[in-house]
């Protein structure tokens, strides 16, 4: 049996989906003035809230419920921002529990889970929502001992009076305390650092991190609903493509198939819209997924079937090798210094397309009604599936609720709704019954939202004494702005300030330069982004720099990134900064400095080793925060890589939860190996080639470090602005990585993956 799901206005949905993106939640400080530009929490959509009443309520019984607003996806968070409302209302941790909110960013403000915001944008109006919460209960004690408040004080779960000896519960005190006026964020009084109890504690254990170990947690996949169906979708092989026809006489036969339906195709821009296809529903996934192989699917080619990555890179190659295209940022004359000049150095460097694949793929269940919708869903972006859903359903958005279950694991794709799209779309035209629609890893792996392919050129002159005169560098690569605009060629300021127009070193002629790239597949947000790509080539080069110059790398490194200073941001054309302001987060090289001396001295730096053993360096700033990684390797007669130890110094300003920057540092370690070693999709005719972990490999146990030390920059000022964590340990790795090997067998890595490369 055969339905249609009959697509909406096109126009009309990306125009929707635009304007919702532009409202500001209720709450939201005003300005100044209307002309003062917006930076970090204040400009992200539905901005922020640290209203008490919508994130914490106590029971008779004492305990404190927190609700956690941003997503969970295996970095901590819904037990870091919970924490800091926990301690700033001096509750007792072992009688509180979080709840995981639902998307709504009217009440919580922005739920985006992604850019490494969720700590630096919400340690404040947490703090604010302990703090509040905590006077109201101070407030409600002194009313009912008829005492002033500033006789009152919360310590650990319950308020006392110590001139009387008088004690209450919070349970006792919180009917009352839920009545009244929620002090005014002026007025706040927020805890010394010297009495945080959790915060900046390197004790504190996941909240349901017992629960996660032993199942009792909810993922996407794990969704289960009353009369619920299951599907997946047969989707076009090449972005663009349609279905022309299609046979399910076969599907049909299969036990437990209960019909075929098709979803609307999507042409260019992909934006969030689901890529259209054949659903197959089914009584469960493994019957849906035979009834999937059984399908005989003729498709309508679309534009992307000409796509070859193997031409698509000699296409970029020539672009970069040729002087021209869009300027980025041009002090002093390079072209003519780098004609001139004593000596030179050119290199190359080459990166794929990359998958998330995260451990699992996406996932999501829906129930339509007639006037709304109710979705369960591992997003990271809540109310971007609020809204995607609502215009693909023609509801408001109050008509459609989503519920956040447990990611495993998102970096970035599950930013993107597409597959929540489809669930909501296929319970519609099953007259609303529940269903899940599920992705298979063959599915996550070929159609998802990839990172993009780039081809880095650099030059650089020398004088005389050996002293950087010239840096040329050109980027080619497809941007994620062509997800929202099909013609768009050049990266957008945000991917070029990850490492290209905001290099901050002391070189006299710099010249930056962006050619031309369309894009061919889908590209979207991936852990760290574009720092991928260009730290690699720049920390990459400098290492040849020094090896050219038989200078030492951590030397060199440090002349050219220069003395301590703070660099206002937009003097390098950087108008982004990662969302945040350039007065409150000047690049700081003093900074960048001290990580590098730090990571050097932590792995013992130039120690002597055995041949074939080395060590690399590499610093990278990112998500405002400074990493610098030493990685040593051994490489044996064969050409296999092994990696005994991996040295990473973060300063990401004040610390919330030690140990999840650990976690997180050494997950990105890890990750950004398995990248660097094996990481790569390619396309033959539009398709991607890979499909699975037979193809697009990621590091097993035998391939990560040995040993991974993290080293913290202390930072006690909480005052002073937070950094991102989740990704900024990510791009030093692979440049550092690739900088061991070439010291230890004299083989220089310029495009990855690495994989066969060192094979004798």
């Given at each position: 049996?055969?339905?249609?799901?009959?697509?909406?206005?096109?126009?009309?949905?990306?125009?929707?989906?635009?304007?919702?993106?532009?409202?500001?939640?209720?709450?939201?400080?005003?300005?100044?003035?209307?002309?003062?530009?917006?930076?970090?929490?204040?400009?992200?959509?539905?901005?922020?809230?640290?209203n008490?009443?919508?994130?914490?309520?106590?029971a008779?019984?004492?305990?404190?419920?927190?609700?956690?607003h941003?997503?969970?996806?295996?970095?901590?968070?819904?037990?870091?921002?919970?924490m800091?409302?926990?301690?700033?209302?001096?509750?007792?941790?072992?009688?509180?529990?979080v709840?995981?909110?639902?998307?709504?960013?009217?009440?919580?403000?922005?739920?985006?889970?992604?850019?490494?915001?969720?700590?630096?944008?919400?340690?404040?109006?947490?703090?604010?929502?302990?703090?509040?919460?905590?006077m109201?209960?101070?407030t409600?004690?002194?009313?009912?001992?008829?005492v002033?408040?500033?006789?009152?004080?919360?310590?650990?779960h319950?308020?006392?009076?110590?001139?009387?000896?008088?004690?209450?519960?919070?349970?006792?005190l919180?009917?009352?305390?839920?009545?009244?006026?929620?002090?005014?964020?002026?007025?706040?009084?927020?805890?010394?650092?010297?009495?945080?109890?959790?915060?900046?504690?390197?004790?504190?254990?996941?909240?349901?991190?017992?629960?996660?170990?032993?199942?009792?947690?909810?993922?996407?996949?794990?969704?289960?609903?009353?009369?619920?169906?299951?599907?997946?979708?047969?989707?076009?092989?090449?972005?663009g493509?349609?279905?022309?026809s299609?046979?399910?006489?076969?599907t049909?036969?299969?036990?437990?198939v209960?019909?075929?339906?098709?979803?609307?195709?999507s042409?260019?821009?992909?934006?969030?819209?689901?890529l259209?296809?054949?659903?197959?529903?089914?009584?469960?996934?493994?019957?849906?997924?035979?009834?999937?192989?059984?399908?005989?699917v003729?498709?309508?080619?679309?534009?992307?079937?000409?796509?070859?990555?193997?031409?698509?890179?000699?296409?970029?190659?020539?672009?970069?090798?040729?002087?021209?295209?869009?300027?980025l940022?041009?002090?002093?004359?390079?072209?003519?210094?780098?004609?001139?000049?004593?000596?030179?150095?050119?290199?190359?460097?080459?990166?794929?397309?990359?998958a998330?694949?995260?451990?699992?793929?996406?996932?999501?269940?829906?129930?339509?009604?007639?006037?709304?919708?109710?979705?369960?869903?591992?997003?990271?972006?809540?109310q971007?599936?609020?809204?995607?859903?609502?215009?693909?359903?023609?509801?408001?958005?109050?008509?459609?609720?989503?519920?956040?279950t447990?990611?495993?694991?998102?970096?970035?794709?599950?930013s993107?709704?597409?597959?929540?799209?489809?669930?909501?779309?296929?319970?519609?035209?099953?007259?609303?019954?529940?269903?899940?629609?599920?992705?298979?890893?063959?599915?996550?792996?070929?159609?998802?939202?990839?990172?993009?392919v780039?081809?880095?050129?650099l030059?650089?002159?020398?004088?005389?004494?050996?002293?950087?005169?010239?840096w040329?560098?050109?980027?080619?690569?497809?941007?994620?702005?062509?997800?929202?605009?099909?013609?768009?060629?050049?990266q957008?300021?945000?991917?070029?300030?990850?490492?290209?127009?905001?290099?901050?070193?002391?070189?006299?002629?710099?010249?930056?330069?962006?050619?031309?790239?369309?894009?061919?597949?889908?590209?979207?947000?991936?852990?760290?982004?574009?720092?991928?790509?260009?730290?690699?080539?720049?920390?990459?080069?400098?290492?040849?720099?020094?090896?050219?110059?038989?200078?030492?790398?951590?030397?060199?490194?440090?002349?050219?990134?220069?003395?301590?200073?703070?660099?206002?941001?937009t003097?390098?054309?950087?108008?982004?900064?990662?969302?945040?302001?350039?007065?409150?987060?000047?690049?700081?090289?003093?900074?960048?400095?001290?990580?590098?001396?730090?990571?050097?001295e932590?792995?013992?730096?130039?120690?002597?080793?055995?041949q074939?053993?080395?060590?690399?360096l590499?610093?990278?700033?990112?998500?405002?925060?400074?990493?610098?990684?030493?990685?040593?390797?051994?490489?044996?007669?064969?050409?296999?890589?092994?990696?005994?130890?991996?040295?990473?110094?973060v300063?990401?300003?004040?610390?919330v939860?030690?140990e999840?920057?650990?976690?997180?540092?050494?997950?990105?370690?890890?990750?950004?190996?398995?990248?660097?070693?094996?990481?790569?999709?390619?396309?033959?005719?539009?398709?991607?080639?890979?499909?699975?972990?037979?193809?697009?490999?990621?590091?097993?146990?035998?391939?990560?470090?040995?040993?991974?030390?993290?080293?913290?920059?202390?930072?006690?000022?909480?005052?002073?602005?937070?950094?991102?964590?989740?990704?900024?340990?990510?791009?030093?790795?692979?440049?550092?990585?690739?900088?061991?090997?070439?010291v230890?067998?004299?083989?220089?890595?310029?495009?990855?993956?690495?994989?066969?490369?060192?094979?004798?």
């Amino acid at each position: 049996m055969k339905d249609n799901i009959v697509n909406i206005s096109r126009r009309e949905f990306v125009k929707g989906f635009a304007a919702s993106g532009l409202v500001l939640a209720v709450g939201l400080p005003r300005l100044a003035s209307a002309e003062k530009a917006k930076y970090g929490r204040d400009a992200m959509p539905h901005g922020w809230v640290d209203n008490p009443l919508a994130f914490v309520s106590i029971a008779e019984d004492g305990t404190v419920t927190i609700v956690a607003h941003r997503s969970e996806m295996g970095q901590g968070v819904r037990t870091s921002l919970p924490m800091v409302v926990a301690d700033e209302m001096n509750a007792d941790w072992s009688r509180c529990t979080v709840i995981q909110a639902d998307g709504n960013e009217q009440k919580y403000g922005n739920q985006d889970t992604d850019g490494s915001r969720s700590i630096r944008h919400f340690f404040m109006p947490m703090r604010n929502v302990g703090a509040a919460a905590r006077m109201m209960l101070e407030t409600a004690a002194a009313t009912m001992w008829a005492v002033p408040v500033s006789e009152v004080q919360a310590i650990d779960h319950e308020v006392v009076h110590n001139a009387s000896g008088r004690k209450a519960d919070f349970g006792e005190l919180a009917k009352t305390a839920a009545d009244l006026p929620v002090p005014e964020r002026t007025k706040l009084i927020h805890k010394s650092k010297d009495d945080f109890k959790y915060i900046g504690k390197s004790a504190n254990k996941l909240i349901d991190g017992q629960d996660i170990a032993t199942g009792q947690t909810e993922y996407g996949m794990d969704v289960r609903l009353e009369n619920m169906v299951y599907a997946v979708v047969a989707h076009p092989p090449a972005y663009g493509d349609s279905v022309k026809s299609y046979d399910d006489t076969e599907t049909l036969k299969v036990p437990g198939v209960i019909k075929t339906l098709t979803l609307p195709s999507s042409p260019p821009p992909a934006v969030f819209n689901p890529l259209g296809g054949v659903v197959v529903v089914a009584e469960n996934t493994w019957a849906a997924i035979q009834g999937r192989e059984k399908l005989k699917v003729k498709w309508e080619t679309g534009p992307n079937r000409e796509y070859d990555s193997i031409a698509f890179r000699e296409q970029m190659k020539k672009a970069a090798n040729s002087k021209g295209g869009k300027v980025l940022r041009q002090v002093g004359d390079s072209y003519q210094v780098l004609n001139k000049a004593s000596s030179t150095i050119t290199a190359d460097y080459y990166i794929p397309h990359l998958a998330q694949a995260p451990m699992e793929p996406p996932a999501a269940a829906a129930h339509f009604k007639k006037d709304s919708c109710e979705i369960w869903a591992c997003t990271q972006g809540p109310q971007a599936a609020v809204d995607n859903v609502a215009k693909w359903l023609e509801l408001k958005p109050e008509q459609v609720t989503v519920h956040v279950t447990l990611l495993g694991g998102g970096f970035g794709r599950k930013s993107k709704p597409d597959y929540v799209v489809e669930a909501a779309l296929t319970s519609k035209a099953l007259g609303g019954r529940p269903v899940k629609v599920v992705w298979t890893r063959e599915d996550d792996i070929q159609h998802g939202y990839f990172h993009t392919v780039s081809y880095e050129h650099l030059e650089a002159a020398f004088d005389e004494k050996g002293k950087t005169q010239a840096w040329l560098h050109r980027t080619v690569a497809p941007s994620i702005s062509s997800t929202f605009d099909a013609s768009s060629q050049h990266q957008m300021p945000i991917e070029l300030g990850m490492g290209v127009v905001n290099i901050p070193f002391d070189i006299q002629n710099i010249q930056l330069e962006n050619p031309a790239a369309q894009a061919h597949t889908r590209i979207g947000w991936f852990r760290s982004v574009s720092n991928i790509p260009h730290a690699f080539a720049v920390q990459s080069f400098i290492a040849e720099m020094a090896h050219q110059q038989k200078r030492d790398h951590k030397n060199f490194l440090l002349e050219l990134i220069g003395k301590s200073r703070k660099i206002d941001p937009t003097t390098l054309r950087d108008e982004w900064n990662h969302g945040e302001s350039p007065e409150l987060y000047p690049l700081n090289t003093g900074r960048l400095r001290n990580v590098i001396e730090l990571v050097t001295e932590k792995a013992d730096w130039g120690k002597k080793l055995p041949q074939g053993q080395a060590q690399g360096l590499a610093a990278h700033y990112s998500f405002v925060t400074y990493v610098a990684a030493v990685v040593e390797v051994k490489v044996n007669n064969k050409g296999k890589v092994f990696i005994p130890k991996v040295d990473i110094a973060v300063d990401c300003g004040p610390q919330v939860n030690p140990e999840r920057i650990r976690s997180q540092l050494e997950g990105a370690c890890i990750m950004g190996i398995s990248l660097a070693m094996l990481g790569e999709i390619t396309f033959k005719d539009g398709v991607a080639v890979q499909n699975n972990f037979d193809g697009y490999e990621v590091t097993r146990m035998n391939g990560i470090p040995d040993t991974i030390n993290v080293h913290i920059v202390p930072a006690n000022d909480y005052d002073a602005p937070l950094g991102g964590i989740g990704e900024p340990g990510m791009p030093p790795i692979a440049p550092a990585l690739c900088n061991a090997i070439f010291v230890a067998t004299q083989k220089r890595i310029r495009e990855l993956p690495i994989r066969n490369q060192l094979a004798s």
